[in-house]
């Protein structure tokens, strides 16, 4: 590893976190099988204690990867079948759509393809039945389009993930968690629950004072609740997620009776295209993310939870991959920045953005209108050759609507627009064409959202 990279790296990071506004941030690169970390900024404006290399953050959906992967032990254990229908290890699950439900496999759960609505953030408590106990809420949750026929993220889909693995081994997900990933693997620095975190130094989130504004203030509600562990519950520190890349890279690891964790064929396997995705990748794997930077392939996971934005990103053919965290929801700006960093001076890849091309109003004018899903309303205008879109976050459990700031979107396609200012500035938007050249929806954050 470059004798000098986190002095180098320190400089991108403090440029980038004073110029956002980010109270902390964590980067470690793993890099000729070795891992370096560093630490900027205050775990919390309040406290302002210092981050530290070992520092730890709440990963949000990067845990997805780690659910997924235990889930692909009972893979290899041949106790699941990732092309069995889901009831096969569920039949007491109750859906919206039964007709949509019995086409749905467990290979649909990890790669985002159920059609199924997906988020729900219910307070369920701790107790160790919250997971099961969330199912039940499913039978009232919408059937968006029918498995297979669309990409659209959801959270949902882990909490079926789940539970079946706490079916399948009689045990709690994070027992077995810690019992068949987080132990082999030698992640002692990779926890599950609140109280496990005390102990260690860690970061806590900070959110906007206001939607979209500048001010930022600690996020009091620091923790997920408890049944949405498999889609978005492990914290950890730098150098443990990068242990865990480690192992899917295929440079070692721990080994769970006698055998590495996942088999090559099945950690392999994890990488291969189940579905053509939209805005931040171009496929999606079993639990990966896909893509490409400068002709070479690019999997990973980023996460967002409760005033965290975080990425964790590998170069399978170079053998790399670097964590970096941040204890903001403004982060984002900063990692991409930070990511471009390290895709030149670390991997000699260069990523640029697609080109701006020029559009009249009257060409955009089919993409104008109103468009919704269960937890999203926006309004989508033509302002001077860009779009505009308007958005209203609608939280299903606790009934209230949040307003966000807009966003102007450029046309860099016939249907991908991008933003090219502000904290936005990199965000894709696609949108869908119906067979006759209407539009039928738009993807934000990853969820689809159907014009109306």
Not at 95 to 105: N, R, S, T
Not at 172 to 194: H, I, K, N, Y
Not at 370 to 375: C, K, V
């Amino acid at each position: 590893m470059a004798r000098n990279l986190i002095k180098d790296l320190g400089k991108v990071v403090e440029e980038e976190r004073k110029r956002w506004g980010i109270p902390g941030v964590s980067v470690g690169v793993l890099q000729d099988g070795e891992i370096e970390a560093g630490g900027w900024g205050v775990t919390s404006i309040e406290t302002e204690y210092p981050v530290l290399p070992e520092t730890l953050f709440q990963i949000g959906s990067n845990s997805k990867i780690y659910t997924t992967t235990l889930l692909l032990t009972l893979v290899d254990d041949g106790t699941v079948d990732l092309d069995a229908p889901i009831s096969t290890y569920l039949p007491e699950l109750k859906l919206p759509d039964p007709e949509a439900q019995a086409k749905m496999k467990v290979r649909h759960l990890v790669s985002h393809q159920t059609g199924l609505f997906g988020d729900f953030f219910l307070d369920l408590g701790w107790g160790a039945d919250a997971l099961a106990r969330s199912l039940s809420y499913f039978p009232t949750f919408r059937q968006l389009y029918q498995p297979e026929e669309l990409w659209s993220y959801t959270n949902s889909n882990f909490n079926i993930a789940g539970r079946i693995i706490e079916r399948i081994l009689n045990m709690s997900f994070e027992d077995a968690m810690q019992a068949r990933v987080l132990g082999p693997l030698g992640l002692t620095r990779t926890v599950q629950f609140p109280w496990d975190v005390f102990a260690n130094s860690h970061a806590v989130g900070h959110r906007p004072e206001t939607p979209g504004g500048d001010d930022i203030i600690v996020a009091r509600e620091y923790w997920l609740n408890r049944h949405l562990n498999p889609a978005g519950g492990i914290t950890a520190n730098v150098a443990d997620v990068l242990t865990f890349d480690k192992f899917h890279l295929g440079l070692g690891g721990g080994e769970r009776d006698g055998k590495p964790v996942l088999s090559d064929a099945t950690r392999l396997a994890m990488r291969e295209p189940q579905i053509k995705a939209a805005n931040f990748a171009e496929h999606w794997g079993l639990g990966w993310w896909l893509y490409t930077v400068d002709g070479t392939k690019v999997i990973g996971h980023g996460g967002g939870t409760n005033g965290f934005i975080t990425r964790n990103t590998l170069l399978p053919e170079k053998n790399l991959a670097w964590a970096i965290f941040t204890n903001s929801l403004h982060g984002g700006s900063l990692i991409r920045n930070v990511e471009r960093w390290l895709l030149k001076e670390v991997a000699g890849l260069t990523d640029t953005d697609p080109q701006v091309v020029s559009r009249s109003d009257a060409d955009l004018a089919r993409f104008a209108g109103e468009y919704e899903n269960p937890s999203t309303r926006s309004t989508v205008t033509v302002d001077d050759g860009k779009l505009r879109i308007q958005s209203r976050s609608y939280n299903i459990a606790t009934k209230q609507e949040v307003e966000y700031p807009a966003v102007v979107v450029s046309p860099v396609g016939d249907t991908r627009f991008m933003a090219t200012t502000g904290r936005e500035e990199g965000t894709l938007i696609d949108f869908l064409e119906n067979p006759n050249g209407t539009i039928r929806l738009f993807w934000n954050g990853g969820r689809v959202v159907f014009k109306q």
